[in-house]
């Protein structure tokens, strides 16, 4: 029979605790984050020239090739490392991430 | 993957959180290269599936024709790139296959998944489970679900795990 209590009801809450901390320290902490209504106006000035960044979607080929934010370039995260010369020499270039959204 | 981002010597770094779902919700248009064909992608519950693991593991992971039971199909990313602890899996006595979503482009790896027995994917918390279900309907897997809030979702029921150094 399966051993049903490898991790109990507190371990499991104190492992939930810790990976909403984890991603909220990604996403809130460490880094500025954008609204849609933001994106869809920096890339419309980029359009026209008037910005300069870019835009990756760090999803999986299979969901890119599906459906993607338009001027967006596709670094799957599983990829990130051998695909990385895709982000250019520039270290000081504006980068703006994106995945499906919120879980 | 802004911390990847960061590792590699970037430093203005910004993240859109609202992601693709939020993009959409607004309104706002998308492009597409391969866009995957409609399919009604059907999930189960932790607890659903934690009851047909029990039941397959008392009939030794095996139907009465012999056939492997049924497949997790492991897909999660996260764990592997982005933290050097090791990652939780779903406790499964039977047949686990682990990789990631873009492997099933690979024909060698979709071999290792049956396709006559029921599949279930698990992802971080079921996002991106319906991308892998209409992907592999187009190989002619209709016996695939996914799993309601991934391993998030198996997590909170309070189901058991183990620790995979090779996830």
């Given at each position: 029979m399966m051993e049903r209590k490898v991790v109990t009801g507190s371990g499991a809450a104190l492992l939930l605790f810790i990976m909403l901390l984890h991603n909220a320290a990604w996403g809130i902490e460490r880094f500025d984050t954008i609204t849609t209504a933001q994106l869809h106006e920096m890339l419309n000035l980029r359009s026209s020239g008037e910005s300069d960044f870019l835009l990756i979607n760090a999803l999986d080929e299979i969901i890119y090739r599906d459906e993607f934010i338009p001027g967006s370039i596709n670094i799957p995260l599983s990829k990130a490392s051998e695909r990385?010369?895709?982000?250019?020499?520039?270290?000081?270039r504006l980068i703006i991430t994106y995945c499906m959204g919120y879980r | 993957m802004a911390v990847v981002i960061k590792a590699l010597g970037f430093n203005k770094i910004k993240i859109y959180n609202g992601g693709l779902k939020d993009w959409l919700n607004s309104g706002l248009p998308t492009e597409a290269i391969a866009p995957l064909a409609d399919y009604e992608a059907r999930f189960v519950s932790a607890e659903e599936l934690y009851a047909y693991v029990l039941h397959a593991e008392e009939n030794?992971?095996?139907?009465?024709?012999?056939?492997?039971a049924f497949t997790l199909l492991d897909i999660r990313t996260e764990p592997d790139i982005e933290s050097d602890s090791n990652s939780a899996v779903i406790t499964n006595p039977c047949e686990t296959v682990t990789g990631i979503?873009?492997?099933?482009?690979d024909e060698s790896f979709r071999?290792?998944?049956?396709?006559d027995t029921p599949v279930f994917v698990i992802t971080?918390?079921?996002?991106?489970d319906v991308f892998a279900i209409r992907y592999l309907h187009t190989f002619g897997y209709s016996n695939i679900k996914g799993l309601k809030f991934g391993l998030r979702g198996w997590l909170m029921a309070n189901l058991p795990t183990s620790f995979n150094n090779n996830k």
């Open positions: 990385s010369s895709a982000l250019g020499n520039d270290k000081n | 030794g992971c095996v139907q009465v024709d012999g056939k492997v979503l873009d492997d099933l482009q071999q290792k998944i049956p396709k971080e918390t079921g996002n991106r």
